[in-house]
């Protein structure tokens, strides 16, 4: 089994920062693509960014220039770097990541548990 662990959710205020991580762990032969999703109340879920396990990185609009995704793959784990946050990023972050278990096996999609992210004053 996998499980995908994210940390490092809260409060923060309109303009600052926050870096959120996500950390794999259990039965994972290979990590491919990992990515930052975010579901706000009654919204739908929408990837935020991703990054292949070569380091290409994908960004929604109205994350780019503002987050960072990056990925420490010796540690299996995930990261985002958010800056200049907004009021409109409050949101549940989850983690994603596709993941080969064994060599002989297909590629599975697994999910975390969510951070909350609240940018207020």
């Known amino acids: 089994q996998v499980q995908l662990v994210e940390s490092g959710g809260g409060l923060v205020q309109p303009g600052g920062s926050l870096r959120i991580s996500c950390a794999a762990s259990g039965s994972i032969f290979r990590l491919n693509t990992m990515g930052w999703y975010r579901q706000a109340p009654g919204k739908q879920r929408e990837l935020v960014a991703d990054?292949?396990?070569?380091?290409?990185?994908n960004y929604a609009d109205s994350v780019k220039g503002r987050f960072t995704i990056s990925r420490d793959n010796a540690k299996k784990t995930l990261y985002l770097q958010m800056s200049s946050l907004k009021p409109e990023d409050t949101a549940v972050y989850y983690c994603n990541a596709i993941v080969v278990v064994t060599p002989w096996d297909y590629e599975h999609d697994y999910w975390g548990q969510g951070t909350q992210v609240t940018v207020s004053s």
């Open positions: 990054i292949t396990s070569g380091g290409s990185t």
